[in-house]
């Protein structure tokens, strides 16, 4: 089975020109065309953090937010979130707190698509190489507590190394596509943003939108990826 899933820093709908345009961040995601897809940076980080993208836009563009949000009028935690599209189940939903000196956060949805058990984790590292580290372990720490099932990890892992540091430690369980740069978005030279998966998933394809609205919408383009779902039915 088929799936398409993209992972999108949105710096809360404000583009290059500093103004903040939800309408541009929905146009991207529009052209996704993703079945599951993780946002960062999609809640306002003061005041009563509300999501800078609407309940009742997304619903109408067809999209669904993963219940992580621990208040009324945002989709994330942290500024994380999980969009996934009509007919994928939402079977259970964890919050990650993460070691940190500013807050952060991963989030974990177990889902069902099409009868077949898969589990999302969408994060959004910090800006030092031993804090990526901790998060990275915190966050591997976690996954072993539930039973095993399919895993995607998506987000912004905020690290220039292809390799090493926290995606080392990921890659003890994670097989991760071939790194793209999605940073600057007005010049990409960084591949902040990555895509990863487990045994009983593959990659098939994989992508970077740099035209349209995705080239000024973010100071980060979307990353996408073609997965086919190799493990049995549940």
């Not at 899933?5 to 103004?19: E, F, H, M, P, Q």
């Not at 009028?73 to 919050?95: C, M, P």
């Amino acid at each position: 089975m088929r799936l398409k899933v993209a992972t999108y820093n949105i710096r809360k709908c404000v583009g290059l020109d500093w103004r903040r345009k939800p309408e541009r961040i929905l146009g991207v995601i529009g052209e996704l065309e993703a079945d599951i897809l993780v946002l960062q940076e999609a809640d306002r980080r003061f005041g009563r953090r509300l999501s800078t993208l609407s309940h009742g836009s997304l619903g109408a563009a067809g999209w669904r937010p993963v219940p992580v949000a621990q208040h009324d009028g945002g989709i994330g935690w942290h500024g994380n979130a999980i969009l996934v599209r009509k007919g994928i189940e939402i079977d259970a939903v964890h919050r990650c707190e993460l070691p940190a000196l500013e807050p952060r956060g991963a989030i974990i949805a177990d889902l069902t698509v099409e009868g077949r058990a898969l589990r999302a984790v969408g994060t959004h590292l910090g800006l030092t190489h031993g804090m990526r580290v901790r998060q990275a372990h915190h966050i591997m720490l976690e996954l072993a507590r539930f039973a095993p099932r399919p895993t995607i990890i998506l987000g912004d892992m905020n690290t220039w190394q292809p390799q090493g540091g926290c995606i080392a430690i990921f890659s003890e369980r994670f097989a991760f596509a071939t790194p793209s740069a999605t940073f600057h978005a007005s010049r990409p030279v960084a591949a902040l943003d990555r895509i990863g998966v487990t045994e009983g998933i593959a990659v098939r394809d994989q992508g970077v939108v740099r035209e349209g609205w995705a080239a000024r919408a973010s100071d980060h383009l979307p990353l996408w990826a073609e997965l086919e779902l190799t493990s049995a039915p549940a």
